[in-house]
Nanobody, 126 residues
Framework: QVQLVESGGGLVQPGGSLQLSCSAS????????VGWFRQAPGKEREGVSC????????YYADSAKGRFIISRDSSKNTVYLQMNSLKPDDTAVYYC???????????????????WGKGTLVTVSS
């Protein structure tokens, strides 16, 4: 059974940084695509970034390009999302999800992803 657990959320000031972690069990992050998604209050869930399984391909939504970096640590079976230059608009619950492939569109809500964590809240505020 695949389990994903997010951590690393919290309160950060605008311009600050946070690193989110997605710890996986029941699957290998080397062979599954793992994506990060977020849902802000009153808004639809949107894709942020995804790292392909089996190859070093990384995808970013326009909102994340140049500010966020996705990576994985095979030894810890964990995928990270380093978030820099955070803005109030980045405030959301962040989820990681895993499946065989990343979503076709980088900012899609990821309905095709079958395995989800419970999320971690990121609040960007002064």
């Amino acid at each position: 059974q695949v389990q994903l657990v997010e951590s690393g959320g919290g309160l950060v000031q605008p311009g600050g940084s946070l690193q989110l972690s997605c710890s996986a069990s029941g699957m290998s992050v080397d062979y599954y695509a793992v994506g990060w998604f977020r849902q802000a209050p009153g808004k639809e869930r949107e894709g942020v970034s995804c790292i392909a399984g089996g190859e070093d391909l990384k995808y970013y939504a326009d909102s994340a390009k140049g500010r966020f970096i996705i990576s994985r640590d095979s030894s810890k079976n964990t995928v990270y999302l380093q978030m820099n230059s955070l803005k109030p608009d980045d405030t959301a619950v962040y989820y990681c999800a895993a499946d065989m492939n990343c979503p076709y569109y980088n900012d899609s809500p990821g309905y095709e992803m079958r395995n989800w964590g419970k999320g971690t809240l990121v609040t960007v505020s002064s």
